[in-house]
Antibody, heavy 114, light 109 residues
Framework: QVQLQESGPGLVKPSQTLSLTCKVSGGSISSGSYFWHWIRQPAGKGLEWIGRIHTIGSTDYNPSLESRVTISVDTSKNQFSLKLNSVTAADTAVYYC??????WGQGTLVTVSS | QTVVTQEPSLTVSPGGTVTLTCASSSGAVTSGYYPSWLQQKPGQALRTLIYSATNKHSWTPARFSGSLLGGKAALTLSGVQPEDEADYYCLLYYGGGWVFGGGTQLTVL
C-alpha cells in the first residue's frame, strides 16, 4: 500500500499563497490510473473536498474554491502539490492528501495568521 | 451546491448493530455516486472502510458493510466493538467532484 506524507509551511499570512506537497512512497505516482486528492478539515468541523488530479494530469476542483486552487503533479519527484492563493483565516485547517480512496496522509495543520 | 446529509450522532451498545445513512439533496443515492465511507479517530489517520457503495478494503473489519438502502447510502456495523467509537464520513461523487457528508459521531455505550 502506498504511503502519503504532506509537507509545507505551518503558518501562512493572509492574502498570501498556501503551498503544500504530498510525497508518495511505496509505489509510483504514475503507475496505474489513480486520482490524487486534497481534503481539508477546520478544527472541530467536518471534511471538505478541495480537488483532485489524475495520473495523466487532468484536474477537478471544488466549485467553491476553484478560483483560488491549483493542483499539480511532479512524476519525477513522485509527488503532487496544492496551491491555494489569497488565503484568509477561513482557510486555517488540517490539510490531507489521499489516493482515491485508499491511502491517506496523516494531515498537516496550516494556520493563516499575520 | 449539493448537500450530503448524515445523522449527526448515534449511540449503540457493544455487540449491537447500527446503520449510518448518507443522503443527497439532489435525490436518491445510486451506485453512480460511488459512495465511500471513512472512519476518523482522534490522533489516527483517516481510513477508508467502504468504496463504491459495497466494496471493502483488505483492512476493513468484516463487521462493517456498505449498501444502498431506501435511496441512501448506508454503513452497517454488526457486532459493534468499543474501538468502533469514531466519526464516520460518507463521500459522494457528482460528476467530476466529490462532496463529503457532515459526519456521524458514533458513541459505543
Amino acid at each position: 500500500q502506498v504511503q502519503l506524507q504532506e509537507s509545507g509551511p505551518g503558518l501562512v499570512k493572509p492574502s498570501q499563497t498556501l503551498s503544500l506537497t504530498c510525497k508518495v512512497s511505496g509505489g509510483s505516482i504514475s503507475s496505474g490510473s489513480y486520482f490524487w486528492h486534497w481534503i481539508r478539515q477546520p478544527a472541530g468541523k467536518g471534511l471538505e473536498w478541495i480537488g483532485r488530479i489524475h495520473t495523466i494530469g487532468s484536474t477537478d476542483y471544488n466549485p467553491s474554491l476553484e478560483s483560488r486552487v491549483t493542483i499539480s503533479v511532479d512524476t519525477s519527484k513522485n509527488q503532487f502539490s496544492l496551491k491555494l492563493n489569497s488565503v484568509t483565516a477561513a482557510d486555517t485547517a488540517v490539510y490531507y492528501c489521499a489516493r482515491e480512496w485508499s491511502s491517506w496522509g496523516q494531515g498537516t495543520l496550516v494556520t493563516v495568521s499575520s | 451546491q449539493t448537500v450530503v446529509t448524515q445523522e449527526p450522532s448515534l449511540t449503540v451498545s457493544p455487540g449491537g448493530t447500527v446503520t449510518l445513512t448518507c443522503a443527497s439533496s439532489s435525490g436518491a443515492v445510486t451506485s453512480g455516486y460511488y459512495p465511500s465511507w471513512l472512519q476518523q479517530k482522534p490522533g489516527q489517520a483517516l481510513r477508508t472502510l467502504i468504496y463504491s457503495a459495497t466494496n471493502k478494503h483488505s483492512w476493513t473489519p468484516a463487521r462493517f458493510s456498505g449498501s444502498l438502502l431506501g435511496g441512501k447510502a448506508a454503513l452497517t456495523l454488526s457486532g459493534v466493538q468499543p474501538e468502533d467509537e469514531a466519526d464516520y464520513y460518507c463521500l459522494l461523487y457528482y460528476g467530476g467532484g466529490w462532496v463529503f457528508g457532515g459526519g456521524t459521531q458514533l458513541t459505543v455505550l
